[in-house]
């Protein structure tokens, strides 16, 4: 079946501009995440959804980024006013379920260049 | 805070011959998850293969094997019989098996490129 598909697959955009990622998960997984790989910052993990909730919102970089879920299937990955050190490839993983034995299956990410 | 740590930014190796890429964790959790995961030119994120931390038995699959020792927080990765199709970046990950809102969380390393020469 299909994977996880993401798009755009890449993005340039002006600082001060808002941008939004979207993520398209496997059929059927319930549980949803969202990482940024930087050259600074290496991989770091943003925000999770199981359903449509996002427990745990503290890996968001800053009030400027937030994420929802809807229908507990596609997520969207919003940042407003971006800025330059937003620059990155943002990827997008699901999984059936939210455990350690629920392999998270990756997209190809977005790359993200924040002129 | 867990961290995962990998000494290795590169590393190559010839087709056909044998490489180990090193990782090493950080954590107070007794139980838990580690993880290696490829990423080639494509950038998409494969999992290679997993170890469950009360598992003393070290995890195989095909040519990828791991060295774990729980004691050291040591998590090593053993690829045999290296191929052309190997060269990627691997990420070494570490995942709590605590419950709570960050249940789920991959923690990961910041990762060795590996180049595969023919």
């Known amino acids: 079946g299909a994977g996880v598909s993401q798009s755009p697959s890449n993005k340039v955009t002006e600082k001060g501009k808002d941008v939004e990622l979207r993520c398209d998960p496997i059929?059927?997984?319930?549980?949803l995440y969202w990482y940024r790989q930087s050259l600074g910052q290496g991989l770091e993990f943003l925000i999770y959804f199981q359903g449509n909730s996002a427990p745990d919102k503290s890996g968001l970089p800053s009030d400027r980024f937030s994420a929802e879920r809807t229908g507990g299937s596609v997520s969207t990955l919003t940042i407003q006013r971006t800025q330059q050190e937003d620059s990155a490839v943002y990827l997008c993983?699901?999984?059936?379920?939210?455990?350690?034995?629920?392999?998270?299956?990756f997209g190809p990410g977005t790359r993200l260049t924040v002129l | 805070a867990q961290t995962v740590t990998q000494s290795q930014p590169e590393m190559s190796v010839q087709e056909a011959e044998t490489v180990t890429l090193s990782c090493t964790y950080d954590?107070?959790?007794?139980?838990?998850?580690l993880f290696w995961y490829k990423q080639p030119p494509s950038r998409q994120m494969i999992l290679v293969i997993r170890?469950?931390?009360?598992?003393?038995q070290n995890a195989t699959e095909n040519r990828f094997s791991v060295n774990f020792q729980k004691a050291a927080k040591s998590f090593s990765l053993k690829i045999s019989d290296s191929q052309l199709g190997d060269t990627a970046m691997y990420f070494c990950a570490f995942m709590s098996s605590a419950g709570g809102t960050s249940y789920g969380k991959l923690t990961f390393g910041q990762g060795t490129i590996l180049t595969v020469h023919p």
């Open positions: 059929s059927g997984h319930t549980a």
């Open positions: 993983a699901s999984s059936l379920g939210q455990g350690a034995t629920d392999t998270q299956y």
């Open positions: 170890q469950e931390a009360y598992k003393q």
């Open positions: 954590t107070s959790e007794n139980n838990y998850y």
